[in-house]
């Protein structure tokens, strides 16, 4: 059985004009259970509409939706049992310490004091939170708030965890304590959802994923076969003891996508894996290539590709 599994799902909301607009339009998709599984988009497209459908915060139109074998419509106290959310929304309580957030999330979930000291510890350490634990998050950063936020949920045992741009606000050391603590909690088996602008955090995080615009699934699987899907780019990276014109008018002969030149650093897009060797060969030859590197198609050239940029302001 999937941890999620989702079949047509729509959602409509209805205009001030009397006319309807379609959120999400007949999306599905599953999930394994013990992945992390990413839903990118650009803002408007339906991602924080099909997270709210999913965790029982607002109806589905139409669809099937089973989390944990439960069904979203008809279940919805099982499905909440079995999961734990961040939203976009920063939901700490401001003037309580961060060790009293913990205590009362707890206290909601049902623990007693003494699971929840046993299991604070852990927290703490994961998300690097020690010195800040009699603090009140009024008096802490963004990316401080943001990150006891999501640590909270970690505080429970629930196999589900959906995350909605659970890093926004945060600065990289914030960030990269938060990204290790998500890939730590798939590996103990939890199942995790994480909606993100960083294409680079999905690429690194993710199993699988699916991209979503203007409510429509437009490409999905796993990070390589999406990948697969877009443009077949090669990039040549190619640094010099000298950098004359000759060589700069050699490249361009082979008619690359892009050429980028920076005092003697030299940057090239292609289109064939065998322009790129030919242009290494080419840089080689002239005895003066202190280092190279060839990479393909990053995720967010892919992301880039299919999404035509029509996207709205605010997510749906």
Known sequence: MKAIDVQNLVKEYRRTDGTLLRAVDDISFSVERGSIFGLLGPNGAGKSTTIKVLTTLIPPTSGTMLIN?????????????????????????????????????????????????????????????????????????????????????????????????????????????????IREEAQRGRTIILTTHTLEEAEELCNAIAIINHGKIVAGGTTDEVKKMGLQLFYLSLKFNEMGKELEELIQKFAPVKIDIVNNEVSVTVREHGLALNILSLAQSTGALKHFEISTASLEDVFVELIDGKSTTGDR
């Open 69 to 181: 074998g439960y069904d979203v419509v008809r279940q919805p106290l099982d499905v909440r049992k079995n999961l734990c959310v961040v939203l976009q929304e920063n939901s700490v309580e401001v003037f309580l310490t961060v060790r009293h957030n913990f205590l009362t999330f707890g206290k909601f979930h049902g623990m007693t004091s003494s699971q929840i000291e046993a299991k604070m510890g852990r927290v703490i350490e994961l998300f690097d939170l020690r010195e800040v634990m009699n603090q009140k998050p009024i008096d802490l950063s963004g990316g401080i708030k943001r990150r006891v936020q999501v640590a909270k949920i970690f505080l429970v045992d629930k196999p589900v965890v959906f995350l909605d741009e659970a890093t926004t606000g945060m600065d990289t050391f914030n960030k990269r304590a938060t990204v290790a603590a």
